[in-house]
């Protein structure tokens, strides 16, 4: 069984950062993309960004010049640094990966965290 685990979230003021953290764990053979996904009230999920199992990163406009992803394929990790955060940054990240598990004849599946909370207030 293959399980994401996100950390970091929590509640900072415009201008400032914060570092999202994902951990992979479970029955993993290998690890595609990995990324970052956001929901606010009332609008749908989108991504924030997304890395190659060789490190090619992509990002959403929105996020492009302030946030950082970054993984360890050696740990199964992903990163989201987040700086000059603004209002509009607010809502719930989510982790993704797209995962083979350990299972004799699986397929590569999108495995999804829990969500952490994130809210830009003064």
């Known amino acids: 069984q293959v399980q994401l685990v996100e950390s970091g979230g929590g509640l900072v003021q415009p201008g400032g950062s914060l570092r999202l953290s994902c951990a992979a764990s479970?029955?993993?053979?290998?690890?595609?993309?990995m990324g970052w996904y956001r929901q606010a009230p009332g609008k749908q999920r989108e991504l924030v960004a997304v890395?190659?199992?060789?490190?090619?990163?992509h990002y959403a406009d929105s996020a492009k010049g302030r946030f950082t992803i970054s993984r360890n394929n050696v740990n199964n990790t992903v990163a989201l640094q987040m700086n000059s955060l603004k209002f509009e940054d607010t809502a719930v990240y989510y982790c993704?990966?797209?995962?083979?598990?350990?299972?004799?004849?699986?397929?590569?599946?999108?495995?999804w965290g829990q969500g952490t909370q994130v809210t830009v207030s003064s």
């Open positions: 479970g029955s993993i053979f290998s690890i595609n993309d």
């Open positions: 993704n990966a797209v995962i083979k598990p350990r299972t004799y004849g699986s397929s590569w599946l999108s495995y």
């Open positions: 890395i190659s199992s060789g490190g090619s990163a």
